[in-house]
């Protein structure tokens, strides 16, 4: 008596399945369209916070308490009067929340983190000669700098600190730009414009010889998902600590009208003792990308170096070069 229910069920999910399919939009060679302008904020932690335990996602009401709850601390944060102090952490990050623009949501994924590999969520740990080489930047990034290399590539406005590659969400401008043709995917980052010109036929990989900021990256399509991977990288790029033989693979799946999956791998053995996967799920919008002028006029850097040589007059020296948050 059963056999009709089930019977109507499974046509149903298969129904629902070809609606899905349907909602993807497609070039007119036969693959998903990933071309338009994806907005990748979210509140979303990127490690899985220690009250989230082992509890990898979270129910819908769950969701809507956990963004309440940003949201209200970030009204509380706005509302406090300045009382004439400050630390270190006011002078890194500005002294309002004017121009961030973090995201109001958590990923339509509803995981408790973006990171889905290690299974934690949380980063694995460094090698030897991870912690070593983590430690030598953090110690040259403490110092006066000596001159404009003394300081990180986002100072130097070379990459865009939430750039990448791969994209992460950070402080603002979490936008960008696909433009796709049957030959080659372009990704536009608003951070300092960044943009990667992808192959989409796999193509020859670049000599280990030559290295590029944002390394070298090919593509190809695996069934209806582009997969990039991209090597090459300098020994200055270091993502989240990576060194220059950082395999970064990545994987765009259009899932509907409005969402666009991203998913991530980084492989690092050198620097990590395993890799680690990140997922988010970007969201289709109208808002367009505008010019990211970084290097024009970057008053920051003569700044920096001539309060840097002010100090080096006065005999002062200190560690309030490192920013608070890579403490």
């Known amino acids: 008596m059963h056999k009709p229910i089930r019977l109507l069920t499974s046509l149903l999910l298969v129904a629902a399945a070809h ?27 990127f490690q899985r916070p220690a009250a989230f335990s082992e509890q990898e996602f979270l129910s819908p009401d769950e969701v809507e308490e956990y963004e309440a709850a940003v949201q209200a601390g970030r009204a509380a944060r706005a509302t406090v009067e300045f009382d004439g102090e400050h630390d270190q952490s ?56 000596q001159g404009p290399e003394d300081r990180n590539l986002y100072d130097r406005c070379i990459l865009g600190f939430n750039a990448g590659p791969p994209m992460r969400s950070g402080a603002y401008n979490n936008m960008m730009k696909l433009v796709q043709t049957e030959d080659y995917i372009v990704i536009q980052t608003e951070m300092v414009n960044d943009h990667r010109v992808i192959p989409t036929d796999g193509g020859p990989a670049l000599p280990n010889s030559m290295r590029l900021w944002k390394g070298d990256s090919w593509g190809e399509w695996e069934g209806d998902t582009f997969v990039v991977t991209t090597t090459n990288f300098t020994h200055l790029s270091r993502f989240s600590g990576t060194g220059e033989n950082m ?3 990545e994987r765009f799946t259009r899932v509907n ?42 008053y ?20 309030t070069w490192l920013p608070s948050w890579s403490r």
Not at 20 to 44: C, E, H, R, Y
Not at 284 to 296: I, K, M, S
Not at 300 to 319: C, H, N, V, Y
Request: glycine share 6%; with cysteine.
């Open 90 to 145: 006011d002078l890194d990050v500005g002294y309002n929340t004017f121009y961030l623009d973090q995201g109001t949501s958590m990923s339509t994924t509803m995981r408790t983190s973006q990171l889905i590999y290690p299974e934690n969520g949380r980063m694995p740990g460094m090698t030897n000669r991870g912690r070593e080489t983590s430690g030598y930047f953090r110690a040259l990034q403490s110092r006066s700098p």
């Open 257 to 298: 009208e409005d969402s666009l999956e991203y998913q991530w791998t980084v492989e690092d053995t050198e620097m990590f003792d395993d890799k680690f996967t990140s997922v988010v799920e970007l969201t289709a919008t109208d808002a367009d990308l505008f010019e990211y002028a970084c290097h024009e006029a970057n």
């Open 300 to 319: 920051a850097m003569p700044l920096m170096l001539s309060g840097a040589r002010k100090q080096e007059a006065q005999g002062i020296e200190d560690d």
């Open 19 to 45: 609606n899905a399919v349907a909602q993807v939009p497609m070039k007119p060679w036969g693959k998903p369209s990933l071309q338009g302008n994806w907005d990748f904020a979210t509140i979303t932690p």
């Open 247 to 249: 395999v970064l693979t």
